[in-house]
């Protein structure tokens, strides 16, 4: 079911997204192939994805002496005659590293001044990466910050990404001028304990209220997970588009502003907030990307995203 709310002509049901645009978005992402390069897994569950470290996986690692308690099964009979001594095959140990998105579906993204909102290039986004972590048979897992705050627990196949599409696409109401949603302390603090180490961890947001005081929790969050920042930005924040004078309302509170005048102040300003959250993102080792809302092809920006 999807949520409902009153509106002026009585109840009204708007989905961010048609359930054919979702399709089409989880068809159009390549599966994901092997463990990315970077870092890597680093531990986890046992699974499909190469730890790097000895154990009980299928890839061969290198022959050893044999130790009290080692599996029989993995005693070489050949570099046993050879050495003249018991030796064993090691083998790479497996993990399992779920995928976690974590999507801001706060007030503020429900912004947008061309084709769509904030929030739904964020959802359009997170579904695009569920189908590609789900044709690699990679585990989903979401983190859905709004209000409530929604936890998807880990799980494979496409009953894991209708899940999340459920509560992705689910519509976006307008907010009061007082509402804010959860902060960042709250959100960032509580993965640690719900995503295994190793995980990997694709944050969706436009970063609105993260500053510095967040760097703490922000380098104990990419320690514990390999996670990637997806920043989505509406072209206006960028630059406002050439109207004149223009007369801003809201709260009670009006401002005029003048595209035509002294150019460059919201670009500076825009160019100084992302050059901030790179600074902050890069200090904590997550990986940084901004999207534009009005982006039609996810692939180039999130193609090369491996958390």
Known sequence: MRPRWPGPG??????????????????????????????????????EYGAGAPGAGLDFADLRSYAPGDDPRHIDWRATARAGETRVRSYHADVNRPLCLLLDRRPAMAFG????????????????????????????????????????????????????????????????????????????????????????????????????????????VARHCDTAAIQIVDRAERALPAAGVVELVWGGSR???????????????????TTALASLFARAGIDHRLLDGDEEDLAPVLGTVAP
């Open 113 to 220: 001044t061309r084709r769509r909102l904030k929030v739904t290039q964020a959802a359009r986004a997170a579904l695009w990466l569920a189908g590609r972590a789900m044709r690699g048979g990679r585990e989903l897992a979401g983190a859905i910050i709004d209000e409530p705050c929604r936890w998807l627990p880990a799980a494979t196949g496409a009953a894991a990404v209708e899940r999340l599409a459920g509560f992705a696409t689910a519509p976006r109401p307008p907010a009061g001028d007082d509402a804010a949603g959860p902060p960042w302390e709250r959100i960032l603090a509580g993965l640690r304990g719900r995503l295994p180490a190793g995980a990997g961890l694709v944050m969706l947001s436009d970063f609105r209220d993260l500053d510095a005081s967040h760097q703490t929790i922000l380098v104990s």
């Open 10 to 47: 009585g109840v009204v049901e708007a989905p961010l997204l048609t359930e054919e645009e979702v399709t089409a978005l989880v068809r159009a992402a390549p599966p994901e192939g092997t463990a990315p390069t970077g870092r890597g897994p680093r531990r986890g569950r046992s699974g």
């Open 255 to 273: 401002l005029t502003v003048d595209s035509d005048g002294p150019a460059g102040s919201l670009e500076a300003a825009f160019a100084a907030r």
